[in-house]
């Protein structure tokens, strides 16, 4: 209990707690972009658009069969070697918007083709364009369906971040094992400490959703 008393005094709970800043500013602007990119993907998937959708499909492909981890080296290590400067931050959200908008892709084409067409027909025929009907009818919908697969697929981002300690990012993860690096008896506490932290932050984004969820219910 000592051990635990003294692994979390406040110089090393603000210290975690900067981490998990860092954190919750990547997962953040990672969620945003990658669903702006996953929806554009998703959108030209399920269009079918001559040439334009075959290609993308098979980036899509590639890019969810290959691991994070090789996408984050890519993008820290490989940019530099194309003339794209890069830090540990906007590396690691490169790497996950690369790769989760790939995945939130195939979510958003799943969602979209998960909507009746019939629903599309009907707005066509009380003439709407293709854009309009697409815009008001099918796509609230199909964001309704899809709510439980981007809220597992966002909670994933979240967890995600922690691969990237491996290139310094200085996020949760990476500062706990600093800690526990100088005083090896704070392995378990931090380990403990840093998954309550986890915690509350991928229960607080599913609670965001389940509000989302009802309120499109209503």
């Not at 890519?74 to 003339?83: A, E, K, N, S």
């Not at 890069?86 to 995945?103: D, K, Q, R, Y």
């Not at 691969?163 to 949760?172: C, F, S």
Request: glycine share 6%.
């Amino acid at each position: 209990m000592e051990t635990f008393i003294h692994a979390y005094s406040w110089v090393d709970t603000r210290f975690l707690l900067q981490g998990l800043w860092v954190t919750i500013y990547v997962s953040l602007i990672s969620i945003a972009l990658s669903f702006v990119v996953g929806l554009i993907l998703g959108l030209i998937r399920y269009m079918k658009i001559k040439y334009l959708s075959a290609i993308v499909g098979f980036i899509i492909d590639i890019i969810r069969n290959l691991p994070l981890l090789l996408i984050i080296f890519f993008t820290y290590f490989g940019l530099p070697q194309l003339g794209i400067v890069t830090n540990p931050t906007s590396a690691s959200i490169t790497a996950l918007v690369i790769f989760e908008g790939a995945m939130l892709a195939e979510i958003v084409r799943s969602g979209i083709g998960s909507v009746d067409p019939g629903q599309m027909e009907g707005a066509r025929s009380n003439g709407m364009s293709y854009g309009q009907a697409m815009y008001h009818v099918v796509m609230p919908q199909a964001l309704h369906n899809m709510i439980p697969a981007l809220l597992s697929q966002f909670v994933s981002l979240v967890k995600d971040t922690s691969l990237a300690t491996i290139i310094v990012l200085p996020e949760l993860l990476y500062h706990a094992q600093i800690i526990y690096s100088q005083n090896t008896t704070y392995l378990i506490p931090m380990y403990v400490i840093i998954a309550v932290m986890y915690f509350i932050v991928c229960f607080c984004l599913s609670q965001v959703a389940n509000y989302l969820q009802t309120k499109y219910n209503n």
